[in-house]
């Protein structure tokens, strides 16, 4: 399938909003839960509570253990110590395990997993238990059509785009209307320009069911495009949970800061309470004096004026992005040039001399002790 292709089908239209079906949402929680593979230790004592109907991310780099935890929740492994419970039942623990076909639980798999010698229909079938066989006939055809695809329920998934096997894949993990929904990376095989429509799309299916979803993503804006709340996984252990803004505006750690937003960073020692820049003296809460600090300056925290107001500075190259510039400025105290996102409409042409001054609140101070 070419990409063109690809694009052009995925785009073919959802169906109508509002009528992917209800689940009755469970809780979901994790209590000090390890898991090890060999010399390697996937997760470290994960306790989190997920309230019913929450949508939550879990996101992180490779390795960190999000897909991990993912998979202990839906079944596909047994942790090495912990509990799992899904609305106070526990489904995993020492003396306790529950096969996933028994839990009530949605599983939607990064490279969707579809089973490559049934239709379209089958595939969306075969997780629908405890109905009459025209009832099952009807409740994948109401997941198809949510999607889109109730006219291809015969086709079979290799005769499908991209786009159209992850919205299979989709009404297959909604159909049963399981009350909790999980996904690992549902959108990373996506094309760029596929994957804004797909994902808004996903999201208003989740929405409609209501069911408590947990969403495993390494891409920062999926996260705070979709969830309720975001989960910061790193080797093994929650770093910072919180809505998206939240982590955004103040990480609490140079981690978590970074993978969120570029910065300018620069290094300072902290005296009576503060560093001290070029822009002046910036508070540096919670540090010690004599420690040594990284000052974290967001590209869009600093304004260009005309030049001989505020410190000065000259543009050493621009490029156009749209609806910002990104400019190389080399500004009087500092040893490189900044990155600086600036509003198109302002443009700043190479060599241009310029003022530069920063939005304070824009500016994170961190100990400097992290990778």
Excluded at 102 to 130: E, T, W
Excluded at 256 to 273: H, I, K, P
């Amino acid at each position: 399938m070419s990409p063109d292709t690809d694009i052009d089908r995925g785009w073919r239209g959802w169906g109508r909003r509002g009528t992917a079906g209800a689940s009755i949402p469970a809780t979901l929680s994790f209590e000090e839960v390890w898991q090890q593979y060999g010399d390697v230790t996937a997760l470290a004592g994960v306790t989190l509570e997920i309230a019913a109907g929450e949508v939550v991310c879990l996101l992180g780099q490779s390795g960190c253990g999000k897909s991990t935890l993912l998979r202990i929740a839906a079944g596909v492994e047994h942790p090495a110590a912990g509990r799992v419970r899904l609305d106070g039942r526990e489904v995993a623990g020492p003396d306790r395990f529950v096969d996933p076909d028994k839990r009530g639980v949605g599983l939607m798999f990064q490279d969707y997993a579809l089973f490559p010698h049934l239709s379209v229909l089958g595939n969306v079938s075969y997780g629908i238990r405890g109905l009459s066989a025209a009832d099952t006939r009807a409740s994948a055809l109401r997941a198809l059509g949510r999607v889109g695809l109730a006219e291809m329920g015969h086709v079979f998934p290799h005769m499908l785009s991209g786009g159209e096997q992850q919205r299979v894949a989709l009404a297959r993990a909604v159909a049963p209307r399981p009350g909790v929904l999980l996904m690992d990376e549902p959108f990373s095989n996506l094309d760029r320009r596929l994957k804004d429509a797909v994902r808004e799309e996903t999201v208003a299916v989740i929405r409609e069911t209501g069911a408590t979803s947990v969403i495993v993503t390494h891409d920062p804006e999926d996260a705070m495009r979709i969830a309720d709340r975001i989960i910061l996984m790193r080797k093994g252990r929650i770093v910072q949970s919180g809505p998206g803004e939240e982590l955004y505006m103040h990480p609490n750690s140079l981690f978590v800061a970074r993978f969120f937003s570029d910065f300018n960073e620069v290094g300072a020692v902290v005296g009576n309470g503060a560093v001290e820049t070029p822009f002046g003296r910036i508070a540096a809460p919670g540090l010690a004096d004599g420690q040594r600090a990284v000052i974290c300056i967001r590209p869009q925290a600093v304004v260009l004026r005309a030049a001989g107001f505020c410190l000065p500075g000259r543009v050493m190259s621009r490029r156009f992005l749209g609806e910002v510039d990104v400019l190389q400025v080399a500004v009087q105290g500092f040893d490189r040039p900044l990155t600086i996102r600036a509003p198109e409409h302002k443009p700043f042409a190479e060599g241009a001399d310029v003022g530069v001054d920063i939005k304070r609140e824009e500016v994170l101070v961190f100990l400097d002790a992290e990778p």
